[in-house]
């Protein structure tokens, strides 16, 4: 089967180039993809309509076990969208030193299979960040972030993005600056009310 690059390398300089390719061949190999769509929608499109024309003419299944194998089809092709999406926002992310060689095939699969029902634009942003970021700097992401961010939505993904902007680091302690006060002078809780940060 011809294998269909999800972004045009005729568009990107070597070495990016090499980079993005080894990227893809990377993951499509950990999950065993045969192709990469370049122009995903209209090819799922054409396999949505074509397939469920099928099995809606199949007189030997009963309504019941049709209605279950189209909603599973389309489930199937929405979390390959959503992980298609990621590998594009990924690629925009890579640096031409990322190492996809020394990124294990366990942590691609469960990155993947974490990530396929991100439907949230927002949520695949971040998504894509993380995977380049394994890439570039291999083992940095462990299996329990993944999890994590997993069961996390937007809204509460954009609260820690605003607790980690009030954050530094002095080695090997990560402090949080942040306190709240009504002194004549600063008056801070209402901006913290604002943005859903509580402090106890």
């Known amino acids: 089967m011809e294998k269909i690059s999800i972004v045009d390398l005729g568009q990107i300089g070597e070495p990016a180039a090499g980079v993005v390719n080894h990227f893809i061949d990377k993951i499509s190999g950990a999950l065993e993809w045969m ?15 074509s397939i469920i024309e099928e099995i ?23 979390e390959y969208k959503n992980q298609v999406d990621i590998m594009r926002l990924a690629v925009e992310h890579l640096t031409p030193n990322a190492e996809p060689e020394k990124v294990s095939d366990d942590w691609v699969t469960f990155f993947f299979e974490k990530s396929k029902n991100v439907n949230d ?4 942003m ?10 570039n700097e291999p083992n ?3 299996k329990q972030l993944l999890h994590t961010m997993s069961i ?3 809204n509460i993904a954009k609260r820690f993005q605003k607790i980690r902007s009030s954050c530094f680091y002095n080695p090997p302690i990560l402090l949080a600056f942040m306190y709240r006060t009504n002194s004549e002078d600063i008056k801070n809780i209402k901006r913290y009310d604002k943005m859903k940060i509580f402090i106890q």
């Open 35 to 49: 192709v990469s769509p370049k122009n995903m929608k209209p090819a799922i499109l054409e396999a949505n309509k």
């Open 56 to 78: 809606a003419n199949r007189q030997d299944i009963n309504p019941i076990e049709r209605a279950a194998i189209v909603s599973n089809y389309r489930k199937i092709v929405k």
């Open 121 to 124: 634009e927002y949520m695949k």
């Open 126 to 135: 971040i998504w894509g960040k993380i995977l380049a970021g394994e890439f």
């Open 140 to 142: 940095t992401y462990t």
């Open 152 to 154: 996390m939505d937007s």
